[in-house]
T-cell receptor, first 116, second 114 residues
């Protein structure tokens, strides 16, 4: 069965520093996608970054990068130059890319606190 | 920017009432989803839809029902609300096909059943 594990319930980072949020996954599928979402206190879910299982290069989107280590089944999110507005819950998610498969499972989330 | 809408944003209702949470998207996405999320906790899929007239139950058992009569509309109904239904409900949509596409989320409905 597919599973997403986020082992850090809460993380603190100083403003302007980089932070890594951990995510490990378990799947028997060969084709899958990994996502990170941000959820501010207002409650909406904001898509940040995506990594496909066949992508050879790590995904990057502005200050966000995904450290994808397929053999270790990890997909850590790296936020560079943290800003106060980065304080939020961050969810790692996985969806299989097989025939019509589109059920997404989410990890328990990591709450990030950015200190001024 | 994603165009997916949920109403109401907040709802406080008494036990036993019937409620419908609305979700609409203007992106023409085939796939739509409903998630239930307690504050600060993970999301649980309760319903999803491949397209018009196609609905399936998700991984988390839910007493709610859904319908998909139009591509853009995916309402969720609770026939008789209970305090255990108090939660946030998030609607999402994504493109169809074989690829792996990100989901676009609505702003959520925070439901409180008294």
């Amino acid at each position: 069965a597919q599973k997403i594990t986020q082992t850090q319930p809460g993380m603190f980072v100083q403003e302007k520093e980089a932070v890594t949020l951990d995510c490990t996954y378990d799947t028997s599928d060969q084709s899958y996608g990994l996502f990170w979402y941000k959820q501010p206190s207002s409650g909406e879910m904001i898509f940040l970054i995506y990594q496909g299982s066949y992508d050879e290069q790590n995904a990057t989107e502005g200050r966000y990068s995904l450290n994808f280590q397929k053999a270790r089944k990890s997909a850590n999110l790296v936020i560079s130059a943290s800003q106060l507005g980065d304080s939020a819950m961050y969810f790692c998610a996985m969806r299989d890319g097989g025939t019509g498969g589109f059920k997404t499972i989410f990890g328990a989330g990591t709450r990030l606190f950015v200190k001024a | 920017e994603a165009d997916i809408y949920q109403t109401p944003r907040y709802l406080v209702i008494g036990t036993g009432k019937k409620i419908t949470l609305e979700c609409s998207q203007t992106m023409g996405h085939d796939k739509m989803y409903w998630y239930q999320q307690d504050p600060g906790m993970e999301l649980h899929l309760i319903h999803y839809s491949y397209g018009v007239n196609s609905t399936e139950k998700g991984d988390l058992s839910s007493e709610s029902t859904v319908s998909r009569i139009r591509t853009e509309h995916f309402p969720l109904t609770l026939e008789s609300a209970r305090p255990s239904h108090t939660s946030q409900y998030l609607c999402a949509s994504s493109e169809g096909g074989q690829g792996v596409y990100e989901q676009y989320f609505g702003p959520g409905t925070r439901l409180t059943v008294t």
